[in-house]
């Protein structure tokens, strides 16, 4: 039998999104496969977790895509997106907070091509007069990213309800970002 390795992944990252903490084994049980397995194909949760990052990266790119960015207005745009990012976001705000993906000098390339696509799509939207101007499009990239997070997280503790998600984030940040009359 072979293992399918993206599913392995996606077990890894619903358990990581729930409990950051979770061992090796703890992993390789929810994936539904034994330790020295999860060991053969990733060393160590070192090389989990960077697989893990490809596949979040992977995922928000087609998300990116999906969203068509360029079409309609600021605010359609990003209400696609937000839907788009939906159904990553528990992976997304598990790899926001883990910390050995942004230390040191071995950032992963596809970080920062993401984030300028995410700042492109603010700046534009300042430039047409729909976001406010004074707040940088890297401000609301990472507004984008927090809110996102605290929205999977707050689903996933049942806190929210899973249909509000979209919602939640798209008007919260739109509150705030929305060009009025007089900004």
Do not use: C
Not at 71 to 95: I, N, W, Y
Not at 177 to 183: E, L, Y
Request: aromatic share 8%.
């Amino acid at each position: 039998m072979s293992l399918d390795r993206e599913q392995v992944l996606r077990s890894a990252a619903a358990l990581l999104t729930r409990k950051s903490t979770a061992t090796m084994d703890e992993v390789a049980r929810a994936a539904g496969i034994g330790r020295a397995t999860l060991h053969r194909h990733f060393a160590g949760r070192e090389a989990l977790v960077r697989a893990l990052e490809d596949l979040g990266i992977r995922e928000f790119e087609a998300a990116l895509d999906a969203a068509a960015l360029d079409e309609g207005t600021s605010e359609e745009a990003l209400r696609r997106l937000v839907a788009a990012v939906e159904p990553s976001a528990g992976l997304l705000s598990f790899l926001v907070t883990e910390n050995q993906l942004f230390e040191g000098d071995e950032l992963n390339e596809g970080w920062n091509r993401l984030d300028a696509r995410v700042a492109a799509f603010f700046r534009r939207g300042q430039e047409r007069g729909e976001f406010r101007i004074d707040l940088t499009p890297a401000w609301l990239t990472e507004t984008l990213y927090g809110l996102v997070s605290a929205g999977a997280w707050a689903v996933q503790a049942g806190r929210i309800a899973g249909q509000d998600f979209q919602y939640m984030i798209v008007e919260l940040l739109l509150g705030g970002a929305r060009r009025s009359v007089g900004r």
